[in-house]
């Protein structure tokens, strides 16, 4: 991080170059939240504030855009990210039941993150797996024809890594 | 590379035309082709892959491993083609490294094919289409070169006539006859309305203007869908050079490309290709030494399903928050920042090229009356061969079904299709026949959608289903107009307690009041369809609405509040797995004694009677 005046910036030197190339484009704000939130997980206070300066865009604007879509995040997710398919085909092979016994295992309901931070469970629409339904995905890492069984021990892969 | 003139690309083709007869012909080379799209690396495919590496390796063998997209046998991913001279090339599913090892000592070295992960079928049969087998039920036309080509390669779709089609708009068309041609094919959108792509292609080049557009939309939002992702995964070149046609024929230099950016893989496999596009040439300026210049650029989506809505998608990309605005104008005449801008789905680009290479005449002879050409499924749910397939148009669900998806899974009692997600309907089984078209399709209430194709059995229940695409309506409205966001909330709300049983009659008329309003009075299709679910399945499943609210029963045994699992005492033998299997150890009972399920406590998982040997839990 770089630190000016004083102030520590949220933004990296890497996304601020992002913003360099993208600056020009128009309809740009969209692809520079991804920038952002590639780097921390969600969008940060500041990093928003920072991206409104350096684009010229209004802070509302920018919340308008971010609180529009289901992608953005405002808060921190856990270490270790859960994401549960709840698409049509997955729902109909047991989806809604990996989250309950997620939400079991874990304590906490959708969309929380867990007291320690390890753990976050979301349920999200379609990942295209459908063939291998019902399909959830650890930090990215796709776990097909999982029933609840697995569940703990999938989550146990991840406990404390 | 340097940039590619006319001359060098045609060269180039024949090169590697001659070169892939050669290796054909010889019958040298030992290839191993690995479908490395979304769902086969999340079967494991990347594992399979290293597998053949050590594998051949240590057995010294010369043999080349390469990737490829999605083969459409989603169900027994990672699947894997094998190719050695003097055998058929044959298609591998399940292949594991246990398979890997198998296949390259009895298949690679002994010559004899495995048969316990070999499709029954040569693989010219089941992915590719220059066999003349009449029985089959698939033809390969937007999937051409899925899972044939690797998808990083811009030499291997060159030399499958790739950019053929470019070269002759480029050098041979004028644009009305471009335009003449995708009229006399017949070319409908496949993003689900059907709208003639000429015609959009038309009016767009009639208009005068400083700039214009072209867009892609691959914003796939259909949850259970994923034919989009597979293209662009597996065969991406092929939407780059139909948006390029596109931008010669209409006057414009600049192309976007809208994805959603839970599609990661399709997006590296997009911009790869674009880097190779303009390496060669194909895109950027003066392209193939021509006057003519055009670029693409991607725009990420981000998980909103009414951005796929073709004017909520531009207001994203031009990276406002996505809300549709009233049409007319329509972005053909007032569409990109203002600029006219003609904008198709994935699909219907990928048809372009070979419709412009082989000829209207050609692709008007597949189809039906009204509709031309085939349609890509994303077939799921209760099917046993889940997986992405191509038919020509006039094909029935029944072939569909039966012939190529296998079946019901664990020969359950078919119960319906649904097709257009949640802004679709339900097909029964009393159409299983019906040659499915844009026009016959809606004529029973549902409608061809985008390609999702959703397999229902005895055990779903439509008022649970119905319910659930409500719930997916109403979180993704974007609550702009007051029919979607207030009716869409007033009708999950009812079908919600419907499904708990204490839903009344009064409320299932009142359901039908709102579906209507919402339909008639609704700014924007996400809303206007948003409905059709409950038309459709109180249409043809009013029995089964009547029966939860009736007789507070749930006859498929889904929804939750109106199930209970009870232990007949005569059958229980006292063995225990019920009580060890229950999450929230409900159960309780000695070894060898009736037990019980304590009521307050059970979540109706249904564990318990899955687990039961004896027939001894009643489900009711
Ligand atoms: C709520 C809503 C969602 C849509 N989603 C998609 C989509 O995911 N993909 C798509 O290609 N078209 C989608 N469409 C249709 C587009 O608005 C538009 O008709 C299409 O992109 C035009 O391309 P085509 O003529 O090639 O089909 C959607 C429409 C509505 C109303
Ligand atoms: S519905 Fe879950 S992966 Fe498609």
């Known amino acids: 991080m770089t630190t000016i005046a004083g102030k520590e910036k949220m933004l990296t030197p890497e996304i601020e170059a992002f913003i360099e ?98 753990f976050s469970i979301e349920a999200v629409r379609c990942i295209g797996c459908c063939g291998l339904a019902p399909v959830l995905t650890l930090n990215g890492e796709v776990f097909g024809k999982v029933n609840t069984k697995q569940m703990r021990r999938i989550i146990q892969q991840f406990e404390g890594k | 590379m340097a940039k590619k003139t006319r001359e060098e690309l045609r060269n180039l083709r024949e090169v590697k035309k001659t070169g892939i007869a050669q290796r054909n012909s010889s019958g040298e080379s030992i290839r191993i082709i690995v479908g490395t799209g979304t769902c086969g690396i999340a079967a494991g495919a990347m594992n399979t892959l290293d597998a053949f590496q050590d594998e051949l390796e240590s057995h010294g063998i010369n043999g080349e491993i390469t990737q490829t997209g999605c083969m459409g046998l989603c169900f027994s991913e990672p699947t894997v083609e094998v190719a050695v001279p003097g055998m058929p090339n044959t298609i591998y599913g399940n292949v594991d490294g246990k398979a890997a090892h198998r296949i390259v000592k009895e298949h690679i070295i002994n010559k004899v094919a495995v048969g316990d992960y070999a499709f029954e079928k040569p693989a010219a049969d089941i992915i590719t289409d220059e066999t003349d087998d009449t029985t089959k039920k698939q033809k390969r036309i937007v999937l051409r070169n899925c899972g044939v080509i690797n998808p990083e390669s811009i030499d291997e779709y060159i030399a499958r006539d790739g950019y053929a089609a470019l070269e002759k708009v480029i050098f041979e068309m004028t644009a009305d006859e471009v335009i003449e041609e995708l009229s006399n094919a017949g070319l409908r959108g496949r993003g689900g309305a059907g709208f003639p792509t000429s015609l959009k292609w038309k009016f767009t080049k009639n208009v005068e203007s400083d700039q214009k557009f072209i867009v892609c939309n691959a914003d796939e939002g259909d949850p259970g869908a994923y034919m989009d992702r597979s293209t662009c995964e597996g065969d991406p070149h092929s939407v780059l050079e139909a948006m390029t046609i596109a931008g010669k024929t209409v006057g414009a230099n600049q192309g976007y490309i809208y994805i959603r950016a839970e599609y990661p893989l399709a997006i590296d496999r997009l911009n790869n290709a674009i880097d190779q596009a303009r390496e060669y040439g194909l895109l950027g300026k003066k392209i193939l030494g021509s006057d003519f210049s055009f670029d693409i650029e991607l725009r990420l989506g981000a998980g909103a399903f009414v951005c796929g809505e073709e004017t909520a998608l531009l207001a994203s990309i031009e990276g406002k928050r996505g809300m549709p605005i009233p049409r007319p104008p329509f972005p053909a005449v007032k569409g990109l920042w203002g600029k006219p801008t003609v904008i198709n789905n994935v699909e219907t680009w990928a048809n372009i090229p070979m419709i412009i290479h082989k000829g209207s005449a050609w692709f008007s002879s597949i189809g039906t009356e009204t509709t031309k050409g085939t349609k890509v499924f994303a077939l799921t749910g209760k099917i046993n061969n889940s997986g992405l397939i191509e038919v020509p148009m006039g094909t029935t669900l029944r072939e569909i079904i039966y012939d190529i998806g296998g079946g019901i899974k664990g020969g359950k009692k078919f119960k319906a299709a649904q097709t257009g997600g949640p802004s679709g309907g339900v097909i029964t089984e009393e159409f299983l026949d019906i040659p499915i078209d844009y026009e016959s399709l809606q004529s029973i209430g549902s409608m061809m959608g985008s390609g999702g194709m959703i397999v229902m059995d005895e055990d779903d229940c439509m008022v649970d289903v119905t319910k659930f695409y409500l719930e997916f309506s109403v979180d993704e409205s974007c609550g702009k107009c007051a029919p979607c966001r207030i009716g869409g909330r007033t009708c999950y709300n009812i079908l919600d307690k419907i499904s708990k049983g204490q839903g009344s009659l009064e409320d299932l008329d009142q359901l039908k009041v709102l579906a209507q309003a919402m339909r008639k009075a609704s700014l924007c299709g996400l809303g206007q369809t948003a409905p059709n679910p409950i038309m459709s399945t109180i249409n043809y499943f009013e029995e089964e609405y009547l029966a939860h609210i009736n007789n507070k029963k749930c006859p498929a045994g889904k929804c939750k509040d109106l199930l209970s699992y009870t232990i007949v005492e005569d059958l229980c033998v006292g063995c225990t797995a019920c009580a060890r299997v229950c999450p929230v150890n409900c159960i309780s009972g000695e070894v060898k004694e009736v037990h019980a399920i304590d009521q307050s406590q059970c979540i109706k998982c249904g564990q318990c009677f899955d687990k039961c040997k004896f027939d001894a839990i009643l489900k009711g």
Request: one cysteine or more; a negative charge; proline letters at 4%.
């Open chain 1, 21 to 118: 190339k993208w600056k020009g484009k128009p309809g740009n704000l969209i692809m520079v939240l991804h920038r952002v939130q590639e780097e921390f997980g969600y969008v940060p206070r500041d990093a928003a504030f920072e991206v409104a300066e350096a684009l010229g865009i209004p802070v509302a604007k920018i919340y308008g855009v971010i609180t529009f879509y289901h992608f953005f995040k405002l808060s921190k997710p856990g270490r270790n990210q859960i994401a549960v398919c709840m698409g049509t085909a997955c729902y109909l092979n047991g989806g809604q039941d990996l989250i309950d016994e997620c939400e079991r295992i874990l304590g906490v309901g959708l969309n929380t993150v867990t007291e320690d931070g390890e």
